[in-house]
C-alpha cells in the first residue's frame, strides 16, 4: 500500500499530485502509532536531559 503524501500551499492542505511548487510544504503520515512516536520523544528527552546533566558537572568542575 502506498504512503499518500500530502502538500499544504498558502494554509490549505491538499494530496500532493505532481509536481508541486519550491515553497510547498509536503509531508505524509507516519507509519508510527501515537504510542511509539511518545515513547521516543520521552527516551531522547532523558537521553538529552543527562547530556545536559553531564556538561554541566564538567562545566563547574573546572
Wanted: hydrophobic share 40%; proline share 3%; net charge positive.
Amino acid at each position: 500500500m502506498a504512503t499518500k503524501v500530502y502538500v499544504s500551499l498558502n494554509g490549505v492542505v491538499s494530496e500532493a499530485v505532481g509536481t508541486q511548487p519550491k515553497n510547498a510544504l509536503l509531508f505524509a503520515p507516519s507509519k508510527k502509532s501515537a504510542a511509539q512516536v511518545i515513547l521516543e520523544q520521552r527516551a531522547n528527552r532523558r537521553k538529552n536531559s543527562q547530556f545536559i546533566k553531564e556538561r554541566l558537572d564538567e562545566a563547574f568542575k573546572r
